[in-house]
C-alpha cells in the first residue's frame, strides 16, 4: 500500500489543523493506521492510532485536542488536531500495516508502510 500524507503548515498556537493519510493500492480497510511524528533531533514518536475495527489510540500529550478518523469508502485516515501548542511543531508521518498487534500499535519499526511526512509548525 502507498500512503500520502497532506495537511501540513504554519498555524499560530490555539489553532487547528487537519492532516490527512490517503492509500492506494491495498485493501484499506485491513490497514491500522498511525500517525507519528518526529522533531528535529528527536526520535519518531506516537501520535495516534486507529485498527481496522474503529478502535482508536492516543499518546497522553496530545489525548483530548486530537481526533484520529478513517474514511474506508475514501481510503483516507484524518488527523485532526486542535488546540495546537508549539512543542506540537514537527514533521508528522502516517504509517500503515495489515497484521499490527494492540501492543505494538505505537511502535514505529511495527509498521511496513510510511508516507512523506508534512511538516506542522505551531508560532507562539
Known amino acids: 500500500v502507498q500512503l500520502q500524507a497532506s495537511g501540513g503548515g504554519l498555524v499560530q498556537a490555539g489553532g487547528s489543523l487537519r492532516l490527512s493519510c490517503a492509500a492506494s493500492?491495498?485493501?484499506?480497510?485491513?490497514?491500522?493506521v498511525g500517525w507519528f511524528r518526529q522533531a528535529p533531533g528527536e526520535e519518531r514518536r506516537f501520535v495516534a492510532g486507529?485498527?481496522?475495527?474503529?478502535?482508536?489510540y492516543y499518546s497522553d500529550s496530545v489525548k483530548g485536542r486530537v481526533t484520529i478518523s478513517r474514511d474506508n469508502a475514501k481510503t483516507t485516515v484524518y488527523l485532526q488536531m486542535n488546540s495546537l501548542r508549539p512543542e506540537d511543531t514537527a514533521v508528522y508521518y502516517c504509517?500503515?500495516?495489515?497484521?499490527?498487534?494492540?501492543?505494538?500499535?505505537?511502535?514505529?519499526?511495527?509498521?511496513?508502510?510510511w508516507g512523506q511526512g508534512t511538516q506542522v509548525t505551531v508560532s507562539s
Open positions: 504509517a500503515a500495516d495489515q497484521r499490527l498487534i494492540l501492543s505494538a500499535l505505537r511502535t514505529p519499526a511495527a509498521y511496513d508502510y
Open positions: 493500492g491495498g485493501t484499506f480497510r485491513n490497514y491500522a
Open positions: 486507529i485498527r481496522r475495527d474503529g478502535n482508536t
